[in-house]
């Protein structure tokens, strides 16, 4: 099974006129999603062609939900306009938005967050800066490359997109059920505890890999989830281990200070909550392996 997105996921892309919509478009349709429209207000009523398909652009998003039926919206709008695109997606109720933008400030990331939360919930964000979801076979949301790997019973959840495609392949004999690439942001939409919950209650998952990295207290807080709630195997990988101690490192999430946020922190309170964690990508991919073999 999946979680999330499915074979009856029904996309539209806020941004898809532009060169980095249409090129995404084009591969998330070339891997089976069903891309059914774009949003753009100045270029509303007009049609785009790709992939072999006539793709209509809307003005809004509670416009191309009325018309299509779309329940997931996929955002490459550049980061000056992300925050209003989020809140307009949120406003139509539309059930996941997937935030793909880079480089939208902490500030705008907290105000759309808070807004859903405001709105009930009713609407799942993930990202922003990260690469998306997939569900092999099935869907598609974002940037993952569809041909790493295929369907199977291993649920991914990761901070880093490299990462998440690296896994993907290391896993490719197995298969994933979904990828869920959360981003490393500060302030994300969907954290690794809520993917958690996710694969915890998706009767086909059988054990599942999450990789961190070094910053925050996100890790420890989901070891804490995991002795709590988690009955199925987890493997984990934390990104770092010879990160120096005070430097910012790639995502802007990823500061150490002191002890704290340290990737041997993190994989200290991932093994007291029975979490097997691997020193490096490969090594968490054979640890997988052994620990899928017993389920």
């Known amino acids: 099974m ?9 996309i539209i892309v806020q941004g898809l006129t532009g060169s980095e919509g249409t090129k995404h478009a084009g591969r998330m349709i070339a891997s089976g999603s ?15 062609e790709i992939e072999g398909r ?28 992300a925050k209003s695109a989020v809140l307009e997606a949120i406003d139509a109720g539309i059930p996941l938005v997937v935030v793909i933008t880079e480089g939208i400030p902490v500030k705008d990331s907290a105000e759309f967050w808070a807004y859903a939360k405001a709105k009930g919930g009713r ?30 019973a291993i649920g991914l959840v990761s901070k880093s997109g490299t990462l998440t495609y690296q896994m993907m392949y290391e896993l490719r004999d197995i298969g994933i059920s979904t990828a869920i ?42 070891a804490e989830f995991i002795q709590a709630n988690v009955t199925k195997p987890v493997v984990a990988y934390v990104a770092g281990f010879t990160a120096p101690e005070g430097k910012t490192m790639g995502h802007a999430g990823a500061i150490v200070s002191g002890s704290s946020g340290t990737a041997q ?25 052994e620990v899928f073999a017993t389920v």
């Open 265 to 289: 922190a993190k994989k200290e309170a991932l093994e007291a909550a029975g979490v097997r964690v691997g020193k490096t990508p490969s090594e968490t991919a054979a640890l997988m392996r």
């Open 123 to 152: 609407t799942r964000i993930i990202g922003p800066n990260c690469p998306g979801i997939i569900s092999p076979g099935k869907s598609n949301a974002g940037i993952i490359p569809a041909t790493i790997t295929g369907a199977g």
């Open 2 to 10: 999946s979680i999330l997105l499915d074979e009856n996921s029904k």
């Open 181 to 222: 690439g959360i981003g490393g942001d500060p302030i994300i939409g969907t954290t690794h505890i809520d993917a958690l919950a996710a694969f915890e209650a998706d009767p086909e998952t059988r054990a599942i890999v999450m990789i961190g990295e070094i910053g925050g207290d996100a890790e420890e807080r989901a």
């Open 54 to 81: 006539t793709l209509p652009i809307f003005g809004s998003v509670a416009e191309a939900m009325a018309s299509t039926g779309a329940n997931v919206s996929v955002i490459f709008v550049p980061p000056a306009f």
């Open 34 to 48: 069903d891309i059914v429209g774009g949003v753009n207000p100045r270029k509303a009523g007009t049609e785009v």
